[in-house]
């Protein structure tokens, strides 16, 4: 069993920086693949970034890529979303989620085993 607690969402304007992080309990996070994903009201939930086990690959929505960064740190128990250049749409509900399967599963929400509460994120114009 894994419970997730992301934190670090808010208020910012467009063009600038949050940084989420979503802390695990239990001693085996390494053993599992994490992943963030967002949900706006009305749309469904949309992945957008995912980190290997060891940190060695990432995989990021093209929608995300170059202005997102997911990294962790396996002896915090934590993986972190370091969002820059932010957009208005890129408000959303932020959902970590852990999964034991592999990086090139990462992208569908059904392979995730746990999820956070979410974290919400509004970025105005």
């Known amino acids: 069993q894994v419970q997730l607690v992301e934190s670090g969402g808010g208020l910012v304007q467009a063009g600038g920086s949050l940084r989420l992080s979503c802390a695990a309990s239990?001693?085996?996070?390494?053993?599992?693949?994490m992943g963030w994903f967002r949900q706006a009201p009305g749309n469904e939930r949309e992945f957008v970034a995912a980190?290997?086990?060891?940190?060695?690959?990432?995989y990021y929505a093209d929608s995300v890529k170059a202005r997102f960064t997911i990294s962790r740190n396996n002896a915090k128990n934590t993986v972190y979303l370091q969002m820059n250049s932010l957009k208005p749409e890129d408000t959303a509900v932020y959902y970590c989620?852990?999964?034991?399967?592999?990086?090139?599963?990462?992208?569908?929400?059904?392979?995730?085993?746990?999820w956070g509460q979410g974290t919400q994120v509004t970025v105005s114009s």
């Open positions: 989620a852990a999964t034991t399967g592999l990086l090139y599963m990462a992208t569908h929400a059904q392979m995730y085993d746990y």
């Open positions: 239990g001693r085996t996070f390494s053993m599992y693949t």
């Open positions: 980190i290997s086990r060891d940190a060695s690959s990432t």
